[in-house]
């Protein structure tokens, strides 16, 4: 995204006063912007001397996100960690219960917008950093085109807003998660995506994905399928020289499998 729109989307007054924006300079990493931009959460951000009416904090931990009001347009929230779980308007203890203990990761549920007046279909997660129930709004989930050069079906990518399971025919499995700022979990390390359709649409490659839950062990993300859309990704960008594409591909299978097993460092 262009400069320009990155300053039109985000609050940039009041990023500047929490110490967050300066001297034109966003000052969160741009992972965080993305997931801004997104409608997910940052990673926990550090506010330093925050000074209010009644108070002066000196230091808080808290992760940040855009609130779309129709009354008050985007409003940038922030959500401290809590000393106690903080449970979600809504949903009763024993529908939150299987979130808490880890047997769902997120469930779904129609419930009535008191703002609009209307009922809504809600996906409710838990985040353990903040020790908060969230929830968001399927439908304004970014839903990608594409994953490792294979095209979701519409089943598929309704079963991604909605916080499912999605599985390739390769047996790759991810799942979008709106509490963590990559907004994705995997059986893979690495994934590549496409978010729309069209020869010259542009695909961008996501590291370092936190493993699905229901997985034993995270597997590298080498498979044909990657391979595959890598080549095409970076053919997309401009890299003409299969060659070359070809040493690239290497260098980064040779970050993954390091001996210190730290995956890539790119």
């Not at 000052?27 to 009644?54: C, H, P, Q």
């Not at 490792?148 to 799942?175: M, P, Y």
Request: aromatic share 8%; glycine share 6%; with cysteine.
């Amino acid at each position: 995204m262009e400069k320009m729109n990155i300053l039109e989307a985000l609050p940039v007054a009041e990023l500047s006063r929490l110490g967050l924006y300066e001297d034109g300079k966003h000052l969160l990493s741009v992972e965080d912007i993305t997931a801004l931009l997104a409608g997910r959460r940052t990673s926990l951000v550090n506010l330093k001397n925050l000074i209010g009416e009644a108070f002066t904090i000196e230091s808080l931990d808290v992760k940040l996100s855009l609130h779309q009001s129709e009354r008050w347009g985007d409003e940038l929230m922030l959500h401290p960690i809590y000393k106690e779980i903080t449970m979600a308007k809504g949903m009763t203890e024993e529908e939150l219960w299987p979130i808490l203990t880890g047997e769902q990761t997120n469930l779904v549920k129609v419930v009535h917008d008191a703002e609009t007046g209307a009922d809504q279909t809600l996906v409710f997660e838990y985040d353990g950093e903040t020790k908060e129930f969230i929830s968001y709004d399927p439908q304004r989930v970014m839903v990608p085109f594409q994953v490792n050069g294979e095209k979701l079906a519409q089943q598929q990518r309704q079963d991604f807003a909605h916080g499912k399971i999605v599985e390739l025919s390769d047996g790759t499995k991810f799942q979008y998660i709106s509490s963590l700022p990559k907004g994705i979990i995997s059986t893979r390390s690495a994934l590549i995506f496409s978010m729309s359709d069209g020869e010259k649409s542009p695909c961008f490659l996501l590291e370092n994905i936190a493993a699905l839950k229901i997985s034993t062990a995270q597997e590298q993300p080498f498979s044909p399928a990657f391979e595959a859309a890598f080549l095409e990704m970076r053919k997309s960008e401009g890299v003409q020289s299969e060659q070359q594409v070809q040493v690239e591909l290497e260098y980064l299978k040779k970050d993954y499998y390091s001996p210190l097993g730290l995956g890539s460092s790119r």
